[in-house]
T-cell receptor, first 113, second 113 residues
Framework: AQSVTQLDSQVPVFEEAPVELRCNYSSSVSVYLFWYVQYPNQGLQLLLKYLSGSTLVKGINGFEAEFNKSQTSFHLRKPSVHISDTAEYFCAGYGGSQGNLIFGKGTKLSVKP | DAGITQSPRHKVTETGTPVTLRCHQTENHRYMYWYRQDPGHGLRLIHYSYGVKDTDKGEVSDGYSVSRSKTEDFLLTLESATSSQTSVYFC????????????FGSGTRLTVV
């Protein structure tokens, strides 16, 4: 089955600490992969995307993600988080039955002072 | 922003009443989507459109219908609202044949009482 799996539903972390949000995708999902961020009471905005080329992708707000084909993973990282990074993060890839984007269930990142 | 607006932003309605949500874009993108977001489920595709009067069902289409009479407008109708349709609804747009992901609206929070 086509799926995008986010391994952690919640990740608490202290300010200025590094963070990794994990995402795995099934082999039937296209390797066009995305991370979206959703701040409270807002829509989703694109954080970064992998289409091809370098496996390390840099996005906005200091986030980066690494595409790993052998492990079918696309983990999101930030070396030092801020309070303002508190949000829900969604991993997504093309693979729905209609060729649409399918989303993981989200990871809530909570940054504590 | 990318020129996509949803209306209304919030709505409370009674069980059994019809409800229509509107998505309007100014980007002239061919593809439009309706997703619902529920805790623990991430985003799930309800319906999508690949052109004027061309629509198709997503994974959770029961109880919903859509219409697209103009490129810029995509309407989602709940014919007879039920409490299980209480959710946050997001509209998204994408370019034709694009692997650049979707652009999302700000969402409509619908409560069915």
């Amino acid at each position: 089955a086509q799926s995008v799996t986010q391994l952690d539903s919640q990740v608490p972390v202290f300010e200025e600490a590094p963070v990794e949000l994990r995402c795995n995708y099934s082999s039937s999902v296209s390797v066009y992969l995305f991370w979206y961020v959703q701040y409270p009471n807002q829509g989703l905005q694109l954080l970064l995307k992998y289409l091809s080329g370098s496996t390390l992708v840099k996005g906005i707000n200091g986030f980066e993600a690494e595409f790993n084909k052998s492990q079918t993973s696309f983990h999101l990282r930030k070396p030092s988080v801020h309070i303002s990074d508190t949000a829900e993060y969604f991993c997504a890839g093309y693979g729905g039955s209609q060729g649409n984007l399918i989303f993981g269930k989200g990871t809530k990142l909570s940054v504590k002072p | 922003d990318a020129g996509i607006t949803q209306s209304p932003r919030h709505k409370v309605t009674e069980t059994g009443t019809p409800v229509t949500l509107r998505c309007h874009q100014t980007e002239n993108h061919r593809y439009m989507y309706w997703y619902r977001q529920d805790p623990g489920h991430g985003l799930r595709l309800i319906h999508y459109s690949y052109g004027v009067k061309d629509t198709d069902k997503g994974e959770v289409s029961d109880g919903y219908s859509v219409s697209r009479s103009k490129t810029e407008d995509f309407l989602l109708t709940l014919e007879s609202a039920t409490s299980s349709q209480t959710s946050v609804y997001f509209c998204a747009i994408s370019r034709q044949g694009s692997n650049y992901g979707y652009t999302f609206g700000s969402g409509t929070r619908l409560t069915v009482v």
